[in-house]
């Protein structure tokens, strides 16, 4: 079983930029896909970005060109850079793993997830 602990998250004012860390201890990352989500309050989980075991990655189209997410197999690290960040981007990130070898979009499809990161910009 893979732990996963975000962190990196905190408050920017719009326009700013963050970078997210999931660091995963327990089970080697490379044999995982990964996934970062988000979730406001009163709100569903949302997809944010995936990027599979071969490195293929697929974003949510509200987040394209401004996000970038990464994995440094070495490190066993996944990241999350987060920039142009807008007063709606505001929410509680999650990053999540999944053994499947495909791109996955849904939360469902995900078996671990970390504790979330909390990520507010000002207007």
């Known amino acids: 079983q893979v732990q996963l602990v975000e962190s990196g998250g905190g408050l920017v004012q719009a326009g700013g930029s963050l970078r997210l860390s999931c660091a995963a201890s327990g089970r080697t990352l490379s044999n995982y896909a990964m996934g970062w989500f988000r979730q406001a309050p009163g709100k569903e989980r949302d997809f944010v970005a995936t990027i599979s075991r071969n490195g293929n990655i697929y974003y949510a189209n509200f987040v394209k060109g401004r996000f970038t997410i990464s994995r440094d197999n070495a490190k066993n690290t996944v990241y999350l850079q987060m920039n142009n960040l807008k007063p709606e981007d505001m929410a509680v990130y999650y990053c999540?793993?999944?053994?499947?070898?495909?791109?996955?979009?849904?939360?469902?499809?995900?078996?671990?997830w970390g504790q979330g990161t909390q990520v507010t910009v000002s207007s």
């Open positions: 999540a793993a999944s053994t499947s070898v495909a791109l996955l979009s849904s939360k469902h499809q995900y078996e671990y």
